[in-house]
């Protein structure tokens, strides 16, 4: 999938379109009962490196959130082996600090994402670690893309989980 190099300019449309593919991704999580969280990783010029779903129920892994794990397989196909230079992270949620740990660590260049999370939220809500001016690399963020839709998602899925 080419999106083109825009989409790493903060073209609206571009990033709207990313969220709804990320969105799609994150519908593959209602299959095994996990947070339906959806990420992508694009490369530089815009190809799609890794799309990812949570699978921690999946896995039985408590680091399996979508964003390590499209991380991980990225790393696997950008060939510079575990930094991501250039890439731009796109996800439905607010990355936890877990994930907004690993983007950085990982060298992403830009975070797009969804749905803002108060509770647990590390991209400007609770904490804003990507951008932590003490950290050697903060990659530029943009949040609350298609958030009415992000947040919809979860919601539908945590009010069917805990009637």
Do not use: Q, Y
């Not at 379109?17 to 969280?37: F, K």
């Not at 896995?59 to 964003?67: F, K, N, Q, S, V």
């Not at 904490?127 to 001016?133: E, L, M, N, S």
């Amino acid at each position: 999938m080419f999106l083109g190099d825009d989409v790493l300019f903060g073209d609206v449309t571009r990033d709207e379109d990313l969220v709804r593919a990320a969105l799609a991704v994150a519908r593959r999580a209602e299959a095994t009962g996990d947070i339906p969280i959806g990420a992508l990783v694009l490369g530089p010029d815009g190809t799609e490196l890794a799309a990812a779903c949570n699978a921690r129920e999946a896995l039985g892994d408590p680091t399996a959130h979508a964003e390590v794990l499209a991380l991980r397989e990225a790393a696997k196909r950008h060939g510079d082996g575990w930094r991501l230079t250039g890439c731009t992270l796109v996800v439905t949620v607010e990355p936890c600090t877990m994930c907004a740990g690993a983007l950085v660590l990982a060298r992403i260049e830009r975070v797009v994402f969804g749905a803002w999370e108060p509770k647990t939220g590390a991209a400007g809500s609770l904490w804003d670690v990507v951008r932590d001016r003490r950290l050697t690399h903060r990659p530029e963020v943009v949040g609350g893309v298609l958030e009415t839709e992000c947040a919809a998602l979860l919601a539908e899925f945590f009010a069917s989980h805990r009637m």
